[in-house]
């Protein structure tokens, strides 16, 4: 059986770990989603050009892609944008990466996408979140050759939104600078994303796929792991995006409350038609409105 064939939301995790481990992440099999076929489909992506870098870490090397589009008017903002995939999987070809990034840059935002360490069975938090710090504080150390002049700002979808509010948590307490803005896209910030909580069914995927991240039971308490977990007070301003059909849905929703009970200044926007993922699927109707929404906030917050 190919990988094409292969439906790893049918599997149990443990299988899907092992196949991930010893034949790597399947092919995406849909066409044009390459770089070349959506600058085609899209004649306003044609001048965003990108460089592969690595950031040496103090464990591994971090792969990011850096976008700019010289003939875009610049917004003086910019972005680190980090993907999903549920921790095990997605990379930086993936058009919840590379498409928003080269949408985001040809509306003026330059944006560094990250990549960050899996968590096929033996990495677990804080490891991927220790990646994306690393990417954090490179572009920021190098804001001025890497965008320009202007604010960085840091976000994610699913996964990358958890490691996204999980970063910005961490740097907060840890006294270091913080994001100029967060933008957080479908995330998940509860280990119970679906109950926006804490108490969960590790039986179940999304609790599997939660203790997988965390890497023990303890860790699921982590505010680091689980932003939501911990206190909202001293974050940037957030922009929270979430689904109308989407089982995790309410671990956006109950974060945008926390964030405005704690006084920081956050924008809820639900996608109405839209599921998780969508911004993965450059033809899906909702996903354009997902990336101007964000677009607009970055240039206007």
């Not at 001025?144 to 490691?163: H, M, P, Q, R, Y």
């Not at 100029?180 to 994303?193: D, E, I, S, T």
Request: net charge negative; aromatic share 6%; hydrophobic share 45%.
């Amino acid at each position: 059986m190919s990988d094409i064939e292969v439906d790893f939301r049918a599997l149990p995790l443990p299988e899907v770990l092992r196949m991930l481990r010893e034949r790597g992440e399947p092919a995406d099999p849909r066409p044009g989603i390459d770089t070349a076929s959506l600058k085609r489909r899209f004649p306003r992506l044609a001048n965003v050009e990108t460089r592969d870098l690595t950031i040496a870490g103090p464990v591994r090397a971090v792969p990011v892609r850096l976008y700019r589009d010289a003939s875009a008017e610049a917004s003086r903002r910019a972005l680190v944008w980090v993907h999903g995939g549920a921790f095990i999987g997605g990379h930086l070809d993936m058009p919840e990466s590379n498409w928003v990034a080269l949408e985001l840059a040809a509306r003026g935002i330059p944006v560094l996408a990250v990549d960050y360490v899996k968590c096929l069975g033996d990495v677990h938090f804080p490891e991927p979140s220790d990646d994306v710090l690393v990417a954090w504080r490179y572009a920021l150390e190098h804001a001025g050759e890497l965008f320009g002049t202007g604010d960085v700002l840091l976000g994610g979808a699913s996964a990358g939104g958890n490691l996204t509010a999980g970063a910005v948590a961490r740097l907060r307490d840890a006294g270091e600078p913080v994001p100029a803005g967060v933008v957080l896209v479908y995330p998940v910030v509860h280990p119970n994303g679906p109950g926006a909580s804490a108490e969960l069914d590790r039986d179940s995927p999304q609790g599997a796929l939660a203790l997988n991240f965390a890497g023990s039971v303890e860790a699921l308490s982590d505010p680091h792991a689980f932003a939501a977990l911990g206190t909202a007070d001293g974050l940037p301003p957030t922009f929270v995006l979430v689904c109308e059909s989407d089982e995790l849905r309410p671990s956006g929703e109950a974060f945008a409350r926390q964030l405005e009970t704690a006084g920081v200044d956050v924008v809820l926007r639900l996608e109405r038609g839209a599921g998780h993922g969508h911004i993965n699927e450059p033809a899906d109707p909702t996903a354009l409105p997902t990336v101007e929404a964000i677009a607009g906030w970055i240039t206007r917050s």
